[in-house]
């Protein structure tokens, strides 16, 4: 038996599985080609494989149409003297506006608000109850983005923008995970002074942003409802699992989200051109697998999948399969790219260390 196998239910045979497939996902899809640089690793490219396949889900599949998130939903995260200037920029475009680099065409705002808005159509989809979960299969990403500066490719936080529109319809906690190989800087800044939202990130340590340490722990009202576990190179899905089961379970069942969001980047798979990380696919599988069974436990199983990073097509193309099956209650498809190359660092150092922090 696989670690997979032992570890997920979802992934044994039927007798195991954890549940008989469920009827709809919501999802909304916002490729944005205008929002281009052909030299840069944030193309539509990115997917090109994802659009060929994703309605292989058919009937389980409710495809929601996106709409320009309005002034309102996005001032309820960005400032508005930010969003005009981010319109302005684009207008200007093409260039760059910041040095990650973060590019804008004369399309950009218009593409990110329809990004912004997929995710807020997705979310009213699951609170409303015309479907039990939802993927909002959308870029630019977001969770860069900080209330008043563009970060990292992103323009405008969408799940940011997301959690907000939940709080204002009336839920009183949510919790984001955030399993992009790249830190949140953007969601974290948002929400950190904020109680009702628990924002925990697995990141790779010491790339961009160079944000996301243990020690950042949220502040004022928010102490203690921001936990980042920022990993070595290496790290892969092992730990991915010994982080949810000792840190995110544990934290989640303390703090009792009403909904969950995931920031769901698959740039820490292995074979990502910009980072470090080993996850493979059966590992995103595993990881959602346990995000759908954590949701049904604390919140009626309301949860929303935001794509934020991942730059080989097929990677996020695999990914995003990965996490549609994890919440039909279906095994994946096939996991085409294979294994780690490389055997896994120890960091259970790291994991003690964030358990004694947050006394979980």
């Known amino acids: 038996m696989t670690w997979q196998e032992a570890e997920n239910p979802a992934s044994r045979g039927v007798e195991g599985s954890r549940t008989p497939p469920r009827p709809m996902i919501a999802f909304s899809v916002v ?59 684009c207008e200007r475009g093409p260039g760059y506006i910041d040095p990650a680099p973060t590019y804008v065409t004369p399309d950009s705002f218009a593409c990110a608000r329809l990004a912004a808005g997929g995710t807020l159509a997705v979310l009213d989809a699951v609170l409303e109850k015309q479907a039990q979960a939802g993927m909002a299969i959308i870029r630019p990403p977001g969770h860069h983005a900080e209330a008043a500066r563009a970060m990292g490719f992103c323009l405008l936080n969408n799940v940011a923008v997301a959690a907000r529109r939940a709080l204002v319809l009336g839920l009183r906690r949510l919790m984001i995970f955030d399993f992009d190989v790249h830190h949140g800087n953007g969601t974290q800044a948002i929400f950190e002074s904020d109680p009702s939202v628990l924002y925990i990130s697995i ?14 722990m949220g502040v004022g009202e928010g102490l ?20 949810f089961d000792r840190i995110a379970t544990p934290a989640s069942t303390r703090f009792q989200p009403e909904m969950i969001l995931v920031s769901a980047g698959f740039d820490a798979h292995w074979r990502d051109p910009l980072a470090g990380l080993q996850f493979t696919t059966g590992g995103f599988f595993a990881l959602a697998s346990k995000l759908v069974d954590l949701a049904e436990t604390l919140c009626g199983g309301r949860l929303v999948f935001c794509l934020e990073g991942g730059y080989d097509a097929m990677v996020v193309a695999e990914g995003v399969m990965a996490c549609l099956a994890a919440i039909n209650g279906t095994p994946p498809a096939h996991d085409s790219l294979g294994p780690s190359p490389h055997p896994e660092p120890d960091i259970s150092d790291r994991i003690l260390r964030t358990i004694a922090l947050h006394g979980l």
């Open 224 to 243: 203690g409802t921001t936990i980042n576990v920022p990993l070595p190179a290496g790290t892969g899905d092992r730990g991915a699992m010994q982080i």
């Open 203 to 216: 990141h790779q340590e010491g790339i961009y942003p160079l944000t996301g340490w243990p020690e950042e």
């Open 31 to 89: 490729p944005s080609p205008t929002h281009v640089d052909p030299t840069h690793p944030e193309h539509p490219r990115r997917l090109e494989p994802l659009l060929a396949s994703v309605e292989g889900f058919g009937e389980s599949l409710l495809k929601v149409e996106a709409w320009p998130a309005s002034d309102a939903a996005l001032e309820g995260v960005h400032t508005k003297s930010y969003l005009e200037a981010l319109r302005a920029a």
